[in-house]
């Protein structure tokens, strides 16, 4: 069963920046997407990336702070999260997720499970 790591969360400022990492034997064939859950509230899709990297998607909570790509050749997704606010503050979480005929992604889970995810803190 394909298992995803995630790892790069930390304790950050508001404003401040961090570089989040997803390692998998995902190849080019799966689109990717990263969730976050705070406590208390419940799962929500943040970004997700076609198979061969060539669009992504993003909520609006994080559209023009947040970078989605990947590195084919290493298996990783990454997600650089710039400008970070208190309410960023969650686990954060990526998986395997649906892709359209079209070839784009869907910010919906597909096959397999959840990680055991990276804590993202933003707080002074």
């Known amino acids: 069963q394909l298992q995803l790591v995630e790892s790069g969360g930390g304790l950050v400022q508001p404003g401040g920046s961090l570089r989040l990492s997803c390692v998998g034997r995902?190849?080019?064939?799966?689109?990717v997407g990263w969730f976050r859950q705070a406590p208390g509230k419940e799962r929500e899709g943040v970004a997700c990336i076609s198979p061969a990297g060539g669009t992504t998607d993003y909520s609006d909570s994080v559209k023009g702070r947040f970078t989605i790509w990947r590195d084919i050749a290493k298996d990783t997704v990454y997600l650089q999260m710039d400008s970070l606010k208190p309410e960023d503050t969650a686990k954060y979480y990526c998986?395997?997720?649906?892709?359209?005929?079209?070839?784009?992604?869907?910010?919906?889970?597909?096959?397999?499970?959840w990680g055991q995810g990276t804590q993202v803190t933003v707080s002074s």
């Open positions: 995902m190849s080019s064939g799966y689109a």
């Open positions: 998986r395997i997720v649906q892709r359209t005929p079209q070839d784009t992604c869907l910010l919906r889970p597909a096959f397999g499970s």
